[in-house]
Antibody, heavy 115, light 107 residues
Framework: QVQLQESGPGLVKPSETLSLTCSVS????????WSWIRQPPGKGLEWIGS???????NYNPSLKSRVTISVDTSKNQFSLKLRSVTTTDTAVYYC?????????WGQGILVTVSS | DIQMTQSPSSLSASVGDRVTITCRAS??????LAWYQQKPGKAPNLLLY???KLESGVPPRFSGSGSGTDYTLTISSLQPEDFATYYC?????????FGQGTKLEIK
């Protein structure tokens, strides 16, 4: 069955770019939709954006100006870049399959924005 | 964005109890609703989709219903492993949005 694993730095400085990669195993990244969702400590869930295996993207309007999601089908991976981060971007970041009901989820990676 | 409002925000119950969690959307979402269970330190886990369809492997004590703007998640007989936080989520419109969560605690 499909499994997802997030990777990337756990600490990012304010104003810099948060970069994460999600590796998909147990199945092909195509033809499916893939998303990033985040959860600030002790708070609720926020959808960041999604990508189709062909590269078509949708972003949350609240983050659209700072977000880029890309896909590398040869590596069975997709990635997130969030620019100009502030402390409010501190959260557990999850990669997930889908754009409707999300399943499965990666285990999540805590990214802290701090100098 | 469609706003999702869950009630209650927290709930105390005992093993064996029947519990219901409600989710209200700010506009009609034609059953484009999912429910998730999240335990501390873990990723959310999909329980139901399309408002009432049980995800594979999820025990049948979980059920969902509703239409239009109002939806419910029911756990027919609480088990110790069910104490967790539950989220609803609409996928009728982009961006998909989540309720604020309902924390189910042991009485």
């Amino acid at each position: 069955q499909v499994q997802l694993q997030e990777s990337g730095p756990g600490l990012v400085k304010p104003s810099e770019t948060l970069s994460l990669t999600c590796s998909v195993s147990g199945g092909s990244i195509s033809p499916d939709y893939w998303s990033w969702i985040r959860q600030p400590p002790g708070k609720g869930l926020e959808w960041i954006g999604s990508i189709y295996y062909s590269g078509i993207t949708n972003y949350n309007p609240s983050l659209k100006s700072r977000v880029t999601i890309s896909v590398d089908t040869s590596k069975n991976q997709f990635s997130l870049k969030l620019r100009s981060v502030t402390t409010t971007d501190t959260a557990v970041y999850y990669c997930v399959r889908g754009t409707g009901a999300f399943d499965p989820w990666g285990q999540g990676i805590l990214v802290t924005v701090s100098s | 964005d469609i706003q999702m409002t869950q009630s209650p925000s927290s709930l105390s119950a005992s093993v064996g109890d029947r519990v219901t969690i409600t989710c209200r959307a700010s506009q009609g979402i034609t059953n484009s609703l999912a429910w998730y269970q999240q335990k501390p330190g873990k990723a959310p886990n999909l329980l139901l989709y399309a408002a009432a369809k049980l995800e594979s492997g999820v025990p049948p004590r979980f059920s969902g219903s509703g239409s239009g703007t109002d939806y419910t998640l029911t756990i027919s007989s609480l088990q110790p492993e069910d104490f967790a936080t539950y989220y609803c989520q609409q996928y009728f419109n982009i961006p998909p949005t989540f309720g604020q969560g309902t924390k189910l605690e042991i009485k």
